[in-house]
């Protein structure tokens, strides 16, 4: 489970596995994020304040996403699919960043790896922003 959020002054990235991340904003039609946060309740909270539409996803700092595939198993470079070059490192996303989707504000659904669960449980994020529907 996910550490919580230390502050000291600033919002220090949250932790996943030891792993520092940072949630990244991206609008439903743009090519390049609109957003980056520290904080999952900061992200919610901005993205609720404008009616959003786009996808919110964790970041691993310092570490490229192909490393970070490749590093959990998510990726085998020397798999069946090929030999990998320059474009495919700078190009690489995965389905298994921590992601969800949002239309005009709401928080439909998290996403994990394909898989569309709601949250595991409230205590994950505030509850003061979220109805007991969405929990």
């Given at each position: 489970?996910?550490?919580?959020?230390q502050?000291?002054?600033?919002?220090?990235?949250?932790?996943?596995?030891?792993?520092?991340?940072?949630?990244?904003?991206?609008?439903?039609?743009s090519?390049?994020?609109?957003?980056?946060?520290?904080?999952?309740?900061?992200?919610?909270?901005?993205i609720?304040?404008?009616?959003?539409t786009?996808t919110?996803?964790?970041?691993?700092?310092?570490?490229?996403?192909?490393?970070?595939?490749?590093?959990?198993d998510f990726y085998?470079p020397?798999?069946?699919?090929?030999k990998?070059?320059?474009?495919?490192?700078?190009?690489?996303?995965?389905?298994?960043?921590?992601?969800?989707?949002?239309?005009d504000?709401t928080?439909?659904?998290?996403?994990?790896?394909?898989?569309?669960?709601?949250l595991?449980?409230p205590?994950?994020?505030?509850?003061?922003?979220?109805?007991?529907e969405?929990?």
């Open positions: 489970m996910d550490q919580p959020i502050e000291e002054g600033l919002h220090i990235a949250e932790s996943r596995g030891g792993e520092q991340s940072v949630w990244i904003f991206n609008g439903e039609t090519c390049f994020p609109s957003a980056v946060f520290l904080s999952f309740t900061r992200a919610l909270n901005w609720e304040r404008y009616a959003l786009g919110l996803t964790r970041y691993p700092l310092d570490k490229s996403v192909f490393d970070w595939a490749v590093e959990n085998q020397n798999s069946t699919r090929g990998f070059g320059s474009k495919t490192v700078a190009n690489f996303s995965s389905a298994h960043l921590e992601h969800y989707h949002f239309k504000g928080f439909p659904t998290r996403t994990i790896g394909g898989e569309h669960p709601l595991d449980t205590e994950e994020v505030n509850s003061d922003y979220f109805t007991s969405q929990l």
